[in-house]
């Protein structure tokens, strides 16, 4: 979703309420029963890492469940430079999402499960839902077509986020939690206008 959201070059879009936007594909007699944010805090940058933190506190305030994973450094082959070049890979968060989404599914948790992705990586466990005969939803980011048409082949109820979906669910610039403390505030960053 970042990444989606990034080249929209709207950064105000980042300050996005997760459970208002799945509130929007609720259909009349469901209930949101939780969302699961799944994600992994760039450990890098000090000033993404305050960003990220600050959203997580965001989404934990208006009811969304931060599963976090981590990232790794590894040594692979680089094309681009003929050589051995280390990488930071992003871990766990894939694996997270199916197992949850799985879970949910056999303990009979959900009458229906959205996902909200376009990465391939979570095909088997659309697969294993799809085998378990709860109702699966697929929601992917704008722009993702491409690469949610793995996905969008086994979940026939599919849709492509817009980008006024997105501009109907933002974070009020200051999120307070159920006893009216302040814990997260809209980084300013995000308030410039686009180049």
């Known amino acids: 979703m970042y990444h989606a959201i990034e080249k929209l070059e709207q950064p105000a879009l980042k300050w996005l309420n997760i459970w208002k936007l799945c509130e929007q594909h609720i259909r009349p007699g469901e209930v949101l029963e939780k ?27 208006v009811g969304v469940t931060p599963i976090e994973g981590n990232f790794k450094r590894s040594n692979r082959i680089c094309y681009k430079h003929d050589r051995t070049c280390p990488f930071r890979e ?10 949850e989404m799985v879970r949910d ?5 959900a009458e229906r499960l959205i996902l909200v992705t376009a990465d391939s990586d979570q ?18 980011p704008p722009g ?44 300013s960053l995000y308030l410039e206008e686009p180049a």
């Open 35 to 61: 969302v699961n944010f799944f994600t992994a805090i760039w450990p890098y940058d000090q000033a993404k890492q305050r960003r990220h933190k600050n959203f997580l506190a965001a989404l934990r305030a």
């Open 90 to 99: 992003e871990k766990q968060t894939d694996v997270a999402i199916g197992i």
């Open 105 to 109: 599914a056999i303990a009979g948790n």
């Open 123 to 140: 095909v088997p466990t659309a697969k294993m839902i799809n085998g378990l005969g709860v109702p699966l939803s697929l929601i992917f």
């Open 144 to 187: 993702r077509a491409g690469e949610a048409r793995d996905l969008g082949n086994l979940i026939p109820d599919r849709k492509e986020l817009t980008l006024g979906q997105l501009l109907t669910c933002p974070l009020p610039r200051t999120v307070y939690n159920s006893v009216g403390k302040a814990v997260a505030f809209m980084p």
